[in-house]
């Protein structure tokens, strides 16, 4: 581990329950809550009895995931040593068909993140939650949140309404801009489409596998639609993607760039020059192989040891014990992963440090 301890790029609060939230919302939604029954809203691309929802030994007793900041400082700060940890808290907001009740519960749920989980430890970092169901809404949420520095990102998931690049989306993507915030992509579905392009699986293992499916459509289309020429100063964090799958498809949508230029004439860089430039990827889940010469070949086709991020990707069941790395990954780029990168990153983690890096 560095000196200074890696900086987590992907861990997860876990909300208890809705009644949890109560506090955090206005009294009618309270009620209408209450009214309605609705006592849960968890994310359904991690259902809660998963086992790669979270790992065996980090469960609290009957079963759920663990829900506090301090559970997550006994089982991986601590132990790791970590210098700032980012929440990303996945819950099932981005689902909802009622604009209102989405809006009310992001805005609920991002001030729960920051009083019952931000002013619990200073390690702790988070993501905006949104709801891209009302572009404009989550954009004043945004703006909303920004005033607090210990926010450094937005979180909207892979798959939502529409491609990600879909100009009804550049509310949300301006906002993120404006405030120096990274724009966060996390694995997950609102499932108004099959997770695979070829229609509904049937299972949850091929619903995990082909997230990849979708972050490589999400991914070409922020370029296509001109996203990145858009917001030049917006960088575009893919968590729990895989890495494995970015080098193929970089170089597919390269090589078919240079073809149709004319096509999408906004994108003046070449694809693959824009993603190791503006794309980051956090590591765990690793995909790649399992031995140092296999991951040295990855790199290599990666093309830029400024792309990847740590992540624990806590409490979900990715790894045993507190190795959160590959092994084989050399010394220089292990604290590049782990400090460098992500402090380049999320220019608000340096902010709030009171650092500057070159
Ligand atoms: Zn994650």
Partial sequence: MPDAGPIDCDVHPFVPSLKALHPYLDRFWRDTFIRRGLEELNSTSYPTVN??????DWREAGGKPPSTPARLAANVL??????????????????LYNEDMAIALTRALNDWIAREWLDADPRLRASIVVAPQNPHAAAEEIDRCAADPRFVQVLMLVSGEA?????QHWPIFEAAQRN???????????????????????????DYVNQAQAFQSGLTSLLAEGVFTKF?????????SGVTWLPAHAQRLTKTWKGVRPD???????????????VRLTV????????????????????????LLFATD?????????????????????????????????????????????
């Fill in 284 to 307: 765990q889940p690793f995909d790649g192989p399992p031995d140092a010469r296999g991951l040295e070949r990855i790199l290599d086709h990666l093309g830029s040891d400024e792309i």
């Fill in 78 to 95: 601590d132990p790791m040593g970590t210098r700032l940890a980012i929440c990303n808290c996945l819950y099932g907001v981005q689902l």
């Fill in 163 to 167: 491609p990600l690049g879909k100009r």
């Fill in 51 to 56: 086992p790669l929802t979270a790992r065996a």
């Fill in 264 to 278: 999408i004439p906004w994108v003046v860089q070449a694809p693959d020059e824009i993603m190791r430039a503006r």
């Fill in 314 to 358: 806590y409490p979900h069941w990715q790894f045993d014990g507190l190795e959160a790395l590959p092994p084989g990954i050399p010394d220089g780029l292990r604290r590049k992963m782990m400090v460098d990168n992500p402090l380049r990153t999320y220019v608000r983690l340096k902010q709030t440090l009171g650092e500057t890096v070159a």
């Fill in 180 to 206: 120096n915030l990274a724009l966060g992509i996390h694995a997950g579905s609102a499932y108004r489409h099959p997770v695979t392009a070829v229609g509904w699986p049937t299972t949850f293992t091929e």
């Fill in 232 to 240: 030049p100063d917006l960088t575009v964090v893919l968590i729990e």
